[in-house]
C-alpha cells in the first residue's frame, strides 16, 4: 500500500512538473514575440524620419528616375532608399522583425515602393546581371496584406523565382500613406 501511495505521488509530482514546464515554455514564446514586436516597433520608429526623407526626395515620375544616370543624385537617392527596404525586408524575413508588425505600420509603403519603381528594380536586376537585387523586398511584399492601389497600375510584374507574381493592388490603405 505504501509503494502504491508513493508511485501515486511520484506520478502526480512528475505531472505538475511536466505541465509547470508546458506553461512555461508557452509564456517563454509569448514573451519572446512581444519583446520582438517591441523591437520592430522601435526600430521603426526610430528610422522612419530617415525613410520619410529619402521617400520625399526620390521624384515618383518614372521618366525621372528611369532615366537617371548612375551616381546622378536621384540614383543616390532611390538607391538608399530602395536597400533600406531590403534590408528591413531581410530581417523581417528571417524573424528578425516581426512582419505583422511590419504590415501594419509600413506594410503599404513597402507595397507602394515596389509598384512605383518596379521597371527600376528589372533595369537594375539587367544591368547588374543579378536576379537577387531587392529579392528580400519582392519575397515580403508578396506575403502582405494586399491593399487598394491608389496609383496607376504597375507596368512591370517581377515574379520571384517559382513564387508567382507580386500581388496586383498596392496602397498605404490603414498605415503610413
Same mark, same amino acid.
Not at 537585387?133 to 515580403?140: F, I, N, P
Given at each position: 500500500?505504501?509503494?502504491?501511495?508513493?508511485?501515486?505521488?511520484?506520478?502526480?509530482?512528475?505531472?505538475?512538473?511536466?505541465?509547470?514546464?508546458?506553461?512555461?515554455?508557452?509564456?517563454?514564446?509569448?514573451?519572446?514575440?512581444?519583446?520582438?514586436?517591441?523591437?520592430?516597433?522601435?526600430?521603426?520608429?526610430?528610422?522612419?524620419?530617415?525613410?520619410?526623407?529619402?521617400?520625399?526626395?526620390?521624384?515618383?515620375?518614372?521618366?525621372?528616375?528611369?532615366?537617371?544616370?548612375?551616381?546622378?543624385?536621384?540614383?543616390?537617392?532611390?538607391?538608399?532608399?530602395?536597400?533600406?527596404?531590403?534590408?528591413?525586408?531581410?530581417?523581417?524575413?528571417?524573424?528578425?522583425?516581426?512582419?505583422?508588425?511590419?504590415?501594419?505600420?509600413?506594410?503599404?509603403?513597402?507595397?507602394?515602393?515596389?509598384?512605383?519603381?518596379?521597371?527600376?528594380?528589372?533595369?537594375?536586376?539587367?544591368?547588374?546581371?543579378?536576379?537577387?537585387?531587392?529579392?528580400?523586398?519582392?519575397?515580403?511584399?508578396?506575403?502582405?496584406?494586399?491593399?487598394?492601389?491608389?496609383?496607376?497600375?504597375? #507596368? @512591370?510584374?517581377?515574379? %520571384? =523565382? !517559382? $513564387? /508567382? #507574381? @507580386?500581388?496586383?493592388? %498596392? =496602397? !498605404? $490603405? /490603414?498605415?503610413?500613406?
Amino acid at each position: 500500500m505504501y509503494q502504491l501511495l508513493a508511485a501515486t505521488a511520484q506520478s502526480l509530482t512528475l505531472v505538475v512538473t511536466a505541465v509547470a514546464l508546458i506553461r512555461l515554455f508557452v509564456e517563454s514564446k509569448r514573451e519572446n514575440r512581444r519583446q520582438g514586436q517591441r523591437n520592430t516597433v522601435t526600430f521603426i520608429t526610430s528610422t522612419i524620419q530617415r525613410q520619410h526623407e529619402m521617400y520625399e526626395r526620390i521624384y515618383r515620375d518614372k521618366s525621372v528616375f528611369q532615366d537617371a544616370a548612375d551616381g546622378s543624385d536621384q540614383h543616390y537617392l532611390l538607391t538608399s532608399y530602395m536597400s533600406y527596404l531590403e534590408y528591413l525586408s531581410a530581417a523581417v524575413n528571417m524573424g528578425v522583425l516581426d512582419k505583422d508588425v511590419v504590415d501594419k505600420m509600413i506594410g503599404g509603403r513597402l507595397i507602394r515602393a515596389w509598384y512605383d519603381f518596379d521597371e527600376w528594380i528589372v533595369r537594375q536586376r539587367d544591368d547588374l546581371r543579378n536576379d537577387a537585387v531587392y529579392r528580400e523586398l519582392q519575397q515580403l511584399v508578396l506575403k502582405l496584406k494586399p491593399r487598394v492601389y491608389s496609383g496607376t497600375a504597375p #507596368q @512591370a510584374h517581377i515574379p %520571384a =523565382s !517559382g $513564387e /508567382g #507574381q @507580386a500581388p496586383t493592388s %498596392a =496602397s !498605404g $490603405e /490603414g498605415d503610413d500613406s
